[in-house]
């Protein structure tokens, strides 16, 4: 078996007084799309937070390929691979698709290969290439999820944080995303994607985990989590 591309061990973080991480071990091989989902609330953007560096842990670690990034600075954590797409997609308003999707490659100098990865993104996400010169603010909620991952992608990571794919869009276009990402998935970028929608992460993904209240409760394969009687009566109302 081969190592894990991201190794995250005995996670603590939170806000303040406040502890919201406790304990959590992780691991996300190199290759799949593995997937963390739990309730509202039980901890899954803090923890995608903390290890972009935009929260401090307050113990643990956080590995990539066995470099540690716990402590890192977000501009750190990002040069060293991992890209973080947030809830809400959070693009930047008065500016293009283009100029938001080469935000992203904002830490590289290999200008050759930024255009040959914009590319890509435009042939991955055909709508954003017919938006290219559009303020990406304006486009629908879908579009502007694509238009997020494909910042994500455009600092061409070693790991790819996806923070609830699926929120607020209609069914048909969460599947047009999943395939879209499963196509980005076997040009060979691994993808952490957290999800309230427990079906659809679990359809997405090969590897899952279970996180409520800040601890890990559950981990597997995402074709036995399905199978779960537990997960089928926690999380899908079967
Ligand atoms: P969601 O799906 O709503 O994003 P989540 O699983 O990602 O839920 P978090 O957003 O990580 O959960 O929140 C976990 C806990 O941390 C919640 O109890 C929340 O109230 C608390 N929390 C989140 N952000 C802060 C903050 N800035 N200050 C204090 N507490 C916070």
């Avoid at 806000?15 to 406790?22: A, F, I, S, T």
């Avoid at 991955?124 to 502007?144: C, N, V, W, Y």
Wanted: some cysteine.
């Amino acid at each position: 078996m081969s190592d894990p591309l991201l190794q995250i061990e005995g996670l603590q973080a939170g806000y303040g007084d406040v502890q919201v991480l406790w304990d959590v071990t992780i691991r996300v091989m190199p290759g799949e799309i593995t997937c963390i989902v739990g309730s509202n609330g039980a901890g899954k953007t803090t923890l995608l937070r903390t290890v972009s560096g935009l929260i401090q842990p307050r113990a643990g670690s956080i590995r990539l390929q066995g470099q540690e990034l716990a402590g890192e600075t977000a501009d750190a954590v990002l040069g060293a691979g991992i890209a973080h797409v947030p809830e809400g997609r959070r693009l930047f308003k008065g500016m293009s698709v283009r100029d938001n999707l080469l935000l992203g490659a904002y830490l590289r100098r290999d200008r050759q290969e930024v255009e040959q990865d914009l590319e890509f993104v435009l042939d991955t996400f055909p709508i954003l290439k017919e938006r290219a010169h559009q303020d990406a603010t304006t486009m629908s909620g879908g579009e502007q999820q694509m238009c997020a991952i494909g910042r994500g992608i455009m600092s061409r990571p070693k790991l790819l944080m996806i923070d609830e794919l699926s929120l607020g869009l209609a069914p048909r276009l969460v599947d047009t995303l999943g395939e879209a990402l499963q196509a980005v998935n076997r040009t060979g970028l691994t993808i952490l994607l957290v999800e309230q929608d427990v079906i659809t992460a679990l359809e997405l993904a090969s590897t899952g985990f279970v996180i409520e209240t800040g601890r890990v409760t559950m981990t597997g394969s995402a074709d036995a989590l399905a199978d779960d009687p537990r997960i089928k009566e926690a999380y899908m109302g079967l």
